[in-house]
């Protein structure tokens, strides 16, 4: 049985969210206060994390950093912040997705399954293209032996298209793949992602492969064939 962990406040909306949840029978634990929010997350391990951002003791920003310096736990936002700067500072700082109140509990659910569907990976063969090494049985991405540290949003992206060399994708298709169809926000988060991802890979040989910008269109992950 998956455990998630909702952090929030407000009693009526986390007793909801608990209810439809457990009605999917998934192992829910409320949290209602950010400065306890951290050490129920490292007792129970949980396999998502539903997070509000304005919360008494701690607010959602501080905890998701927290979360994201010791752990790759999939993390979903829940906030009345719905402009798209709060969004793109949620995915900037690793959120896996974003959920602006007021919303339905059913949608909830459904970005729930969706985000865990996405981080539960099925086996494969690791892909080397030349010194990068790609796993996606073990998520992770290895250049020169030594391991890529990326939020998982952007080592999601990254796997999805080392999955799938030399084709063309547009930012809609790299969003609805990795992001998830119900994504709110700004494609601009793709063009972000794409910034960070080539960052941590600038010491990857040219001649060996490069994520490539198709003007006009979006991207392609480029390798020697």
Do not use: C
């Not at 719905?82 to 970005?111: C, M, N, S």
């Not at 892909?127 to 032996?145: D, H």
């Not at 999805?160 to 998830?180: D, M």
């Not at 169809?181 to 080539?198: C, F, N, P, Q, T």
Request: net charge negative; proline share 6%.
């Amino acid at each position: 049985m998956e455990t998630i962990i909702v952090v929030e406040d407000e009693k009526p909306i986390s007793q909801v969210l608990q209810a439809y949840l457990k009605k999917e029978k998934y192992r829910v634990l409320p949290v209602f206060r950010g400065d306890e929010a951290l050490d129920v997350i490292e007792r129970e391990k949980p396999d998502l994390v539903l997070l509000d951002v304005m919360l008494p003791g701690k607010n959602g920003w501080t905890i998701l950093e927290e979360i994201r310096s010791k752990t790759a736990i999939p993390v979903i936002m829940l906030t009345a912040l719905g402009e798209t700067p709060d969004r793109l500072k949620g995915f900037d700082i690793g959120a896996d997705d974003y959920i602006p109140k007021p919303f339905v509990a059913e949608e909830v659910v459904a970005r729930v399954k969706a985000v865990l569907r996405r981080n539960n990976r099925e086996p494969g063969d690791v892909l080397t293209y030349g010194s990068l090494e790609v796993n996606p049985q073990a998520y992770e991405v290895r250049l020169n032996g030594k391991i890529i540290e990326l939020t998982p949003k952007d080592l999601a992206l990254l796997l999805f298209l080392a999955e799938h060399p030399n084709q063309a994708f547009t930012r809609e298709q790299l969003i609805e793949n990795v992001w998830g169809w119900d994504y709110e926000g700004s494609d601009r988060a793709v063009d972000l992602a794409i910034k960070r991802i080539r960052k941590a890979l600038e010491t990857w040989p040219k001649e060996e492969g490069d994520i490539k910008t198709l003007r006009g269109l979006g991207y392609q992950f480029r390798v020697q064939t």
